[in-house]
């Protein structure tokens, strides 16, 4: 349906800090939610950091709260995922995802959104 381009993966020490964004082109529908996941090599596609767009909460997985945090740009379905403190399980591939369907804000309060539409992903790697 659109498009997802991510940007700002590279590798970093431990502690270190990256920021990734996304920006979304193409669409025809509003974007009713966007966010990010992450996947490491063996292990299931996780979800991150998700935003219902325009709402004033967030979705923070445990593993990264306090430590990430998603934001949305003055620019049209942009979202950026700020990351500091990272550690080596951090590493992986980090997707952006996109849905224009209403249903997906309940999806992101109940933790069951299954998102339609996925960018490339961009590798993050933290090590030593």
């Known amino acids: 349906q659109g498009q997802l381009v991510e940007t700002g993966g590279g590798s970093v020490q431990p502690e270190g800090s990256l920021r990734l964004s996304c920006a979304g082109s193409?669409?025809?529908?509003?974007?009713?939610?966007m966010g990010w996941f992450r996947q490491a090599p063996g292990k299931e596609r996780e979800g991150v950091a998700l935003?219902?767009?325009?709402?004033?909460?967030?979705y923070v997985a445990d593993s990264v709260k306090g430590r990430f945090t998603i934001s949305e740009d003055n620019a049209k379905n942009t979202i950026h995922l700020q990351m500091i403190s990272l550690k080596p399980e951090d590493t992986g591939t980090y997707y952006c995802?996109?849905?224009?369907?209403?249903?997906?804000?309940?999806?992101?309060?109940?933790?069951?959104?299954?998102?339609?539409?996925w960018g490339q992903g961009t590798q993050v790697t933290v090590s030593s």
């Open positions: 935003i219902p767009l325009g709402a004033p909460f967030t």
């Open positions: 995802a996109a849905d224009t369907r209403y249903s997906c804000r309940l999806g992101v309060r109940d933790g069951n959104w299954d998102p339609h539409d």
């Open positions: 193409g669409y025809a529908r509003t974007v009713m939610c």
